[in-house]
């Protein structure tokens, strides 16, 4: 289901569904443009190496895809600049090695 919401982020409104659902809004703090940079920096790498352009038929191949995305490719083979260019899953077993 697609609700169009044409309120401010921070509008009570807004505010109220995620009450309704319990779920927690994560937003910057105000003057604070690097408080969600790092979710920013996955969002993007989601949306271009994964989703960018595909058309879905069902919401099955949807989640499919985007399991498929993070536990294949992107824990597994994506190289990560903030992991020395190493994979999460190859960074985490050196780690354990330590």
Not at 7 to 31: E, H, P, R, W
Not at 56 to 83: C, D, G, M, P, W
Request: hydrophobic share 35%.
């Amino acid at each position: 289901m697609f609700i169009q919401i044409e309120v401010a982020y921070c509008s009570a409104a807004y505010q109220n569904l995620f009450t309704k659902d319990q779920l927690i809004c994560s937003m910057s703090k105000k003057g604070d443009c690097y408080d969600n940079a790092a979710m920013e920096s996955w969002n993007h790498s989601f949306k271009v190496e994964a989703i960018h352009g595909e058309r879905f038929l069902t919401r099955s191949a949807a989640k499919y895809q985007v399991l498929e995305y993070i536990e294949l490719y992107y824990n597994r083979k994506r190289l990560h600049s903030k992991l020395g260019y190493v994979s999460p899953e190859a960074f985490e077993a050196k780690k354990s090695l330590s």
